[in-house]
């Protein structure tokens, strides 16, 4: 029995999910394994486009054995406390021998020493200036690291799956785990992408795929997208089912729907309470008090907060920590417990192996009651389903989070 994990999103799942599950099995062995994804909010300050159940049975469906929750204030965090909210689950485990992630390099060791360029950059006067100048992270870390290595290092930094790659790698060496990183090479359609990967046999390029999947499968399973195209084609009803192997439903979830919800959460709200959400700092809540009185719109709000010292993604991470009440002190607790949605057979089975350090159950209701921490991280959960459930065409009752039953 070796069991990797992979820590993701899935939203939604597609050919190049399924790529990477089959990859981790046949180049590094694994026999089982377990996926730490986000629930119905997304890394990069969004809604998932479909609820965590609907990906959870995806996921199982192709591949994946266990699938465990990153709570809500981890995934919506940077990627360095996304990054070790869910290291932090997988540590707990006690049971997970690989961590299995893909990169636009393919290549571990690079990784690792990018990840050690980084963790000397952080540290240095020239890269904390930059920061104090008004330099967003990414921007200072990269101009700190081309001062002292060769360009292959900076450059690594500049690929989207590369970045959370190295983060993982530093959240494995900082709690001194037990687990070991791999890498899969990113193949087909670029992070975020608008264009469509080649189709073309895959057996021609991939021979470990020989007898892995039926020659009437190949041709669909190489045809790769991204999730951000596959979104705004699932937003615009068009045809995406080459470009997944599952069956979406026509029922979907988008943050448009939201927009009023927001503004009208961030009109009552004072500078003082804003400043509480994660990553607000340099006077930013007071950016966006001002702002959030002159727009109409979701757009219109990003456009007169944006600064060179903020990316977009994270103005609005911060944004929806707002609307769902997340606070810096919910962002910097570690997940309390760890929750399982759904599970096949062999997921009993890494659950057996298991010797968890943290609460596991499937229930919110059962884990609220373990500890302080355990209802304060369930409480904020609860909120953000009531919320994203009105993301939808028809939108959903209070509740679901407590009654809707894992995925078996």
């Known amino acids: 029995m070796k069991t990797a ?26 026999t089982h394994i377990v996926a730490v994804m986000s629930g119905n909010f997304t890394q990069r300050g969004d809604i998932a486009i479909f609820d965590k159940f609907t990906r959870t049975k995806m996921a199982l469906e192709n591949g994946i054995d266990l699938v465990l929750e990153l709570p809500v204030a981890a995934a919506l965090a940077s990627a360095q406390q996304f990054a070790a909210g869910a290291v932090h689950i997988l540590n707990s485990l006690n049971c997970i021998d690989l961590l299995s992630f893909g990169s636009e390099c393919g290549d571990i060791e690079l990784l690792k020493e990018t990840a050690g360029a980084a ?3 952080e540290e240095s006067d020239e890269f904390l200036g930059m920061m104090r100048r008004g330099l967003t992270y990414p921007a200072a870390l990269v101009k700190t690291i081309e001062k002292y290595y060769e360009d292959v290092i900076p450059g690594t930094l500049a690929s989207p799956n590369n970045t959370l790659a190295i983060e993982y790698i530093k959240s494995l060496a900082d709690t001194g785990s037990s687990i070991t990183p791999v890498t899969i090479a990113r193949y087909g359609a670029a992070h975020d992408s608008d264009e469509t990967g080649p189709e073309r046999s895959l057996k021609k390029i991939h021979p470990y795929f020989q007898g892995l999947v039926p020659e009437e499968e190949v041709t669909e399973l190489l045809c790769t997208a991204s999730a951000s195209l596959l979104r ?3 937003i615009k009803g068009e045809d995406a089912l080459k470009f997944t192997p599952c069956e979406f439903p026509a029922e979907y979830a988008c943050i448009s729907r939201l927009e009023t919800a927001i503004l009208y959460k961030l009109r009552t709200m004072s500078a003082v309470e804003i400043s509480k959400a994660p990553n607000v700092m340099h006077g930013l809540e007071n950016r966006i008090h001002k702002a959030v009185r002159a727009a109409r719109s979701l757009p219109e709000l990003m456009t007169l907060i944006k600064t060179k010292r903020y990316t977009l993604a994270r103005l609005r991470r911060i944004v929806l920590c707002c609307l769902l009440g997340i606070t810096k002190a919910d962002a910097k607790a570690k997940p309390a417990y760890i929750r399982i949605l759904g599970m096949n057979e062999k997921g009993r089975e890494i659950l057996a192996k298991a010797n968890p350090t943290l609460p596991v159950d499937a229930s919110l209701s059962a884990l609220m009651k373990k500890s302080d921490d355990c209802r304060k991280q369930a409480v904020l959960e609860i909120r953000s389903c009531d919320i994203y459930a009105l993301a939808f065409e028809k939108p959903k009752p209070c509740g679901l989070e407590l009654i809707t039953k894992p995925v078996i």
């Open 119 to 121: 963790v000397f950059a």
């Open 5 to 30: 994990a992979i820590i993701c999103e899935y939203n939604p799942f597609h050919n190049g999910h399924k790529y990477h599950i089959e990859r981790t099995k046949n180049d590094f062995g694994a």
């Open 232 to 234: 705004k084609m699932i």
